[in-house]
T-cell receptor, first 112, second 111 residues
Framework: KAGVTQTPRYLIKTRGQQVTLSCSPI?????VSWYQQTPGQGLQFLFE???????NKGNFPGRFSGRQFSNSRSEMNVSTLELGDSALYLC???????????FGSGTQLSVL | DAKTTQPTSMDCAEGRAANLPCNHS???????VYWYRQIHSQGPQYIIH???NNETNEMASLIITEDRKSSTLILPHATLRDTAVYYC????????????FGAGTQVVVTP
């Protein structure tokens, strides 16, 4: 089985712009979770989608949003980018019945 | 979810067993203990999880104390590729993707 695929691998944006990141889960997995990783805060949970519905949400501002499509692929969007949004954004998929998550390699976002 | 406590770092000689401790004294009855690791510049990788019985898979063994207040992850024969940050996490089956990753333990395997 192919693993979790995240695109793009690297991204450079400027403050005020918006960005969309993509995640393709493992085939058959219906749950997709998103995490932000920074040197200062570590890994922090953003949100989780299951069958196109957001089931869980972390403590991030409304500028961070996501969605899931009928084929389980997911996107996350960050609007009005700030310097502090520079981070590695990780996507993970799972069948949805446990917390055995399979992570992608992430998208490294740099905001200048 | 229960908070977990792990040592900041530990070294291990290649070929020897690595024993990684984790304290989770406030774990509730329906919380599992999960272990993940993150090799530099990669996403976290699931290792193993358990509720109260000891578990073993091709990667590692998980020993959970009878009172469930602590556990130990055992890498039986550490290799240089096991150098990573190891995370111990307590979570229920309906955490819905939300795992509380702490700072973890930086494990360095030396030749």
């Amino acid at each position: 089985k192919a693993g979790v695929t995240q695109t793009p691998r690297y991204l450079i944006k400027t403050r005020g712009q918006q960005v969309t990141l993509s995640c393709s889960p493992i085939s058959g997995h219906r749950s997709v979770s998103w995490y932000q990783q920074t040197p200062g805060q570590g890994l922090q949970f953003l949100f989780e989608y299951f069958s196109e519905t957001q089931r869980n949400k972390g403590n991030f501002p409304g500028r961070f949003s996501g969605r899931q499509f009928s084929n389980s692929r997911s996107e996350m969007n960050v609007s009005t980018l700030e310097l502090g949004d520079s981070a590695l954004y990780l996507c993970a998929s799972s069948p949805g019945d446990s917390e055995k998550l399979f992570f992608g390699s992430g998208t490294q976002l740099s905001v200048l | 979810d229960a908070k977990t406590t792990q040592p900041t770092s530990m070294d291990c000689a290649e070929g020897r067993a690595a024993n990684l401790p984790c304290n989770h004294s406030t774990i509730s009855g329906n919380e599992y203990v999960y272990w993940y690791r993150q090799i530099h510049s990669q996403g976290p990788q699931y290792i193993i999880h358990g509720l109260k019985n000891n578990e073993t898979n091709e990667m590692a063994s998980l020993i959970i104390t009878e009172d469930r207040k602590s556990s130990t992850l055992i890498l039986p024969h550490a290799t240089l590729r096991d150098t990573a940050v190891y995370y111990c996490i307590a979570a229920t089956t309906d955490s819905w993707g939300k795992l509380q990753f702490g700072a973890g333990t930086q494990v360095v395997v030396t030749p």
